[in-house]
């Protein structure tokens, strides 16, 4: 599909829908940002939107509950939706059929069917929609990702997950809540890495005896990407000691060598570069040059990167991360993990996209979304369209 570009060099004018948590925070983010200006807010809660302006100093600010009607008395180019998943299919889809691009907070939909939906209103509208996975903006995972290249192709790429969380709300009633709500940001940090989407996963989680959550929060999963790579996932947010980062630890091991991510600053590489053979063995070891793959340095990192990816996207036309069609990928490894995990079987992508592209057209739509999501010859062909700027 093709979307409009947006030409000039400025801040592009920009609503925010949704001012709770990170609402507040993306608008913390935007009074220095180089690449946006916030002139409008959208909540359904009227005080909590204009505390939230009055607390931050946000002068001047159009402020009301429809995404439409901010947006056309503020001048806004484009909408950012931190609104709660379950708001993020009407707010998205107001927001196109209105004419603007949409940046939308992850997860993009509470199911794979809801996300196949906001990709045909997309299509339907011609308007870029992209998800902020905020976890692929770092340097320091800019440069792993060079220091897996260097060592691929890969037999394994692992991430170990240890924290131990405690948030008081919806997270700890919610039956999978660290696969649906944690595991997300590392399952579309291996597709970042891997350059490539899963076909099949195995998964198994469950709860320790001293958790605090209902739901189960030690997950182990083993997604095969299409591509032969296994991707073995560990999560805990029960660990009582020794955690890892919030982006966990990464292993990546490959014919050329092995390459780690401490998930914050460091980077290591051991390179298989030569080769030497065990006289009378017939076996060859490896030597190491034990490399370090250099930083990358500078981009904008987190929220700040996927507004600025977002951005430039709108800018040049070039297709950015995560735009919607291929973000369903990620979304659709927390469906098959926890549809594995619930019946102990393993869950091949072919079929979740496929019965999230029956279970769209059963949503009552508008009349534009259905009509996109009964044209396509299947799932799978649409989101593997890519979306560049005309
Ligand atoms: N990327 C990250 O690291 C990260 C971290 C936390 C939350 N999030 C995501 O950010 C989003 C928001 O989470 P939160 O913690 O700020 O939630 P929150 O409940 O604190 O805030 C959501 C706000 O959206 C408003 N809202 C709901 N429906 C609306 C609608 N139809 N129109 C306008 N406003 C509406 C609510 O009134 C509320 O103020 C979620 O998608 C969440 O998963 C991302």
New binding site residues.
């Given amino acids: 599909m093709t979307f409009p570009t947006i030409p000039g060099d400025g801040p592009l004018p920009v609503v925010l829908?949704?001012?709770?948590?990170?609402?507040q925070a993306w608008m913390r983010m935007l009074q220095t940002s180089p690449d946006a200006d916030l002139v409008g807010l959208?909540?359904?809660?009227q005080e909590?939107a204009h505390s939230a302006a009055a607390e931050l100093g946000y002068d001047g600010l159009v402020i009301g509950?429809s995404v439409s009607d901010v947006a056309s008395r503020s001048g806004a180019k484009a909408v950012i939706n931190?609104?709660?998943?379950r708001?993020?299919v009407?707010?998205t889809l107001e927001a196109v059929f209105a004419g603007l691009p949409v940046l939308c907070?992850?997860?993009l939909a509470p199911t794979v069917g809801e996300a196949l939906a906001i990709v045909a209103a997309a299509e339907a509208s011609g308007q870029l929609v992209v998800t902020?996975q905020?976890r692929r903006f770092y340097d320091s995972l800019a440069s792993y990702r060079q220091a897996v290249a260097e060592v691929s192709p890969l037999a394994l790429l692992t991430t170990d997950f240890a924290r131990e969380a405690h948030f008081p709300g919806f997270r700890e009633t919610m039956r999978h809540p660290l696969l649906v709500d944690m595991a997300v940001h590392a399952f579309d940090v291996s597709r970042y890495l891997l350059l490539d989407d899963p076909v099949s996963v195995w998964c198994e989680t469950f709860n320790p005896s001293w958790s605090w959550f209902d739901g189960d929060t030690v997950a182990t999963a083993v997604f095969e990407f299409a591509g032969g790579v296994r991707y073995r996932y560990t999560g805990s947010w029960t660990t009582r000691g020794l955690v890892t980062s919030w982006n966990g630890s990464w292993r990546a091991a490959g014919e050329h060598g092995t390459a780690t991510w401490d998930g914050e600053r460091e980077v290591r590489v051991e390179r298989a570069d030569a080769t030497r053979s065990l006289p009378g063995t017939g076996h060859s070891v490896v030597t190491s040059s034990g490399l370090s793959a250099p930083m990358a340095a500078g981009g904008a990192e987190e929220i700040a990167g996927s507004l600025a990816d977002f951005v430039d996207a709108l800018r040049t036309g070039r297709t950015p991360e995560s735009e919607v069609h291929s973000n369903v990928h990620s979304l659709a490894m927390v469906e098959a993990a926890v549809r594995s995990a619930d019946t102990g079987e393993r869950v091949h992508f072919d079929d979740v996209l496929e019965e999230g592209h029956r279970e769209a057209l059963a949503l009552d739509l508008p009349e534009a979304v259905a009509s996109a999501l009964a044209g396509w010859g299947s799932a799978r062909a649409a989101v593997d369209r890519v979306a560049v700027g005309s």
């Fill in positions: 829908v949704g001012a709770g948590l990170m609402g959208v909540d359904l809660d909590l509950t931190v609104t709660v998943p708001a993020h009407p707010v907070e992850k997860p902020s905020n």
